[in-house]
């Protein structure tokens, strides 16, 4: 990672529109001109060395839309939906590095009285384009399972994130004769348990209490 001096903010000119229907869905348009356009640079150093580098670019201009909704199917069954798609017009060096991304995800609670709590993520991301680098398309999940114990003060939880080990990292850089294909998988696949209690101690203050409390020092007040 290289540091630059002569960076310069980048200025964003947005203009924006949505709307909102009865049931919660909203949907969103948008369009945005980006002036000395900050992107991370990659190049080679002697064909050893990979640099990378927030530089200045002249300008490029994006738009797109949004669009989420949330559901209820059942009393123990909700959720919600969001999509996401927009372009970016873009150039380096006379080379268009216009792009058309999409995202989509999809959230789901399940939850079943005295017995059992549980969510469901699933997201998808279309491969991006990041200055001179290509970043590849991913896949995300993950679900937790939760349940009640010892008169609802314990809750005991389950977590599994990654379940298809999809995450990983995977980008192409073409510059100047160069070729970079980097990829890398962490372990991104994890299982985990986990356990909470609440103590409480002493009384409970009841509202009835409070409210009397309050008047009383409204009537020293006046």
């Known amino acids: 990672m290289a540091g630059n001096a002569a960076l310069t903010p980048e200025f964003t000119h947005r203009v924006q529109t949505g709307f909102q229907f009865k049931n919660g869905a909203t949907t969103d348009l948008f369009f945005a001109y980006n002036v000395d356009k900050i992107a991370l640079f990659t190049e080679t150093i002697d064909n050893k060395i990979l640099a990378y580098q927030s530089r200045n670019f002249d300008h490029s201009v994006d738009y797109g839309a949004n669009f ?133 101690k002493g009384k409970k203050i009841e509202d009835k209490n409070l409210e009397e409390s309050s008047k009383e020092i409204k009537s020293r007040a006046n």
């Open 68 to 200: 989420f909704t949330p559901w209820k199917i059942y009393t123990w069954w909700s959720g919600q939906f969001n999509a996401t798609w927009y372009k970016t017009n873009f150039k380096i060096d006379g080379i268009d590095l216009s792009q058309r991304t999409w995202e989509a995800s999809v959230f789901q609670s399940f939850k079943i009285k005295k017995w059992l709590d549980s969510s469901l993520y699933l997201g998808y991301a279309s491969p991006t384009i990041a200055a001179n680098t290509k970043f590849a398309d991913q896949f995300y999940s993950s679900l937790a399972l939760s349940k009640r114990i010892a008169k609802d003060k314990g809750k005991i939880t389950l977590h599994w994130n990654d379940i298809f080990n999809t995450a990983r990292e995977r980008e192409w850089t073409a510059r100047n004769g160069t070729s970079i294909n980097f990829y890398q998988k962490r372990p991104t696949q994890v299982f985990g348990v986990s356990l909470t209690y609440t103590i409480s």
